[in-house]
């Protein structure tokens, strides 16, 4: 199904601002949302953490927390955006206006203005990383000579060179910039719907390649065996956290998306789609990954380090190696841009609905500010003190400030923005608003019943419980 301009549910439900664009085709709006989840998020930073938690039983847990946490959240954010009809802060007010509930203005607003910080603070870092993969692709082609002595060294030489760290930044930077100024359908949804299936098709003749060279029967294993007791708090913990920042969740990236939208039919069948692409994603760079790993004899739970320095030094041992690299740092860098166009994307909008800037003035406006900010994040020399108070929130001692701005959104900026948003839609919003998803559905009023329940208690204390530990207000002992 298309959501066509004359698609008859348009003239039921709240009408579309036209002058606002919107997506295409249903195809097109599932590439940038799925776009929008796949990131440095499953292909850098799951089968790290799945590496250090142990493999299978930390598979599992974090399955469920995308069942039970996740998927909840992700249809409030979609229906929110969709009925809402406009940038994360208006449709937020709009909705909790309308339903007059005196609470819902003050808890919307706050909502509103964490969401367009939290975008414009984590783009400005991700540009940095994803600017790592750029040079490593720079690397794997013979363009940019590497360090002596692999991978490590050179990975440390780009982290400590602001010259090169910011290059990329800048780079990546514009590219961005140049989508989003295109708009939703002339931008975004053509980019995304080449990225994406690029990106899976890469995965696959990635995962046909471990097939041949080894290490499958290991890697499999690894990840789907659940091993429960290497099983521990923390690890749920970093699970359900995870969980939530895969699926781009808390800061009104599917609210945007959903604005787009020119139909309430088919969101809860999209919201599962998106969380199966970005799963199956995560599934299946961890086997290919995790593969190469345990062929090359190296060991799973190498951390942060695992793609950039573990991964280009054994890809250097195999045969067809070069390309090997080749086709996966321009997968990582893909999976990268998709993502940093929905950051982008939820503050351009933001200044086009709130004050009418254009466009094009946004995306370029905001693409300055955002490289300024991130340049402070690609010179790793640059540290800050962090107030005893603080630490718990920003991290110990003299911090950089990629790791103070990561810290700051993941562990607090999002969890607070995905509490307030599964309070706003399951306490603050009217009833039509909140099931408009549910009603095409032969069973709708079953599943809404169930939503309801799980956004209103489960989501909202689930959250704040991860919340209230990464900012070490609770200790797990
Ligand atoms: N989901 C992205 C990833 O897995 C990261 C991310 C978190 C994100 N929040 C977001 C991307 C909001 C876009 C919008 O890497």
């Not at 990329?168 to 930077?173: C, G, K, P």
Request: aromatic share 10%; with cysteine.
């Amino acid at each position: 199904m298309e959501y066509s301009p004359r698609a008859v549910s348009d003239q039921e439900n709240t009408e579309v601002d036209p002058s606002r664009g919107s997506f295409g085709t249903r195809f097109g709006f599932l590439m940038a949302a799925a776009g929008s989840a796949v990131g440095l998020g499953n292909i850098w930073k799951f089968p790290y953490i799945t590496g250090e938690y142990g493999g299978g039983a930390f598979v599992l847990v974090y399955l469920a927390c995308i069942v039970i946490v996740g998927l909840p959240l992700m249809y409030a954010e979609l229906i929110i955006g969709r009925r809402g009809g406009s940038d994360v802060f208006g449709a937020l007010r709009n909705l909790t206006a309308k339903s007059g509930s005196p609470a819902g203005a003050a808890v919307s607003s706050v909502a509103g203005i964490m969401a367009v910080l939290s975008g414009l603070f984590i783009l400005s870092f991700y540009s940095v990383v994803a600017g790592w993969a750029v040079h490593f692709l720079g690397v794997s082609v013979g363009a940019i000579p590497a360090a002596p002595g692999g991978a490590g060294p050179t990975f440390t030489a780009l982290f400590e060179s602001f010259e090169w760290s910011a290059t990329w930044h800048t780079v990546f930077m514009i590219i961005t910039v140049v989508v989003v100024s295109g708009g939703i359908n002339g931008g975004i949804e053509k980019i995304c719907s080449r990225l994406m299936p690029g990106l899976i098709g890469i995965l696959l003749l990635m995962l046909v390649y471990v097939g041949v060279t080894g290490g499958l029967g290991d890697s499999l294993e690894f990840l789907f065996a659940p091993n429960f007791h290497k099983l521990s708090m923390e690890a749920v913990v970093e699970a359900l956290g995870h969980a939530f920042f895969t699926l781009s969740l808390g800061m009104g990236a599917m609210v945007t998306y959903g604005s787009y939208l020119k139909s309430d039919r088919g969101i809860v069948r999209d919201g599962v789609t998106i969380a199966l692409i970005d799963t199956g994603v995560a599934l299946l760079a961890g086997t290919v990954i995790f593969a190469v790993v345990f062929a090359g004899g190296k060991e799973a739970g190498a951390g942060p380090g695992l793609v950039f320095v573990t991964l280009p030094d054994l890809f250097d041992s195999m045969p067809g190696g070069t390309v090997i690299a080749i086709a996966f740092f321009v997968l990582l860098i893909f999976a990268a841009l998709s993502s940093a166009i929905s950051l982008l994307e939820v503050v351009v909008s933001f200044l086009v609905d709130r004050f009418g800037v254009s466009r094009k003035a946004a995306a370029a406006g905001l693409g300055v500010a955002i490289w300024g900010l991130g340049l402070l994040s690609a010179n790793s020399s640059l540290t800050f003190g962090i107030p005893g108070a603080l630490s718990g929130f920003l991290g110990e001692g003299d911090k950089a400030m990629l790791d103070i701005l990561d810290n700051l959104t993941t562990r607090v900026m999002l969890p607070l923005g995905g509490v307030l948003i599964a309070v706003t839609a399951g306490w603050l919003i009217t009833k039509e608003d909140r099931e408009a998803g549910f009603e095409h559905l032969e069973r709708g009023p079953g599943y809404a019943k169930a939503w309801t329940f799980l956004i209103r208690f489960v989501a909202p204390v689930l959250v704040l419980f991860v919340l209230l530990v990464k900012a070490e207000f609770i200790s797990l002992g």
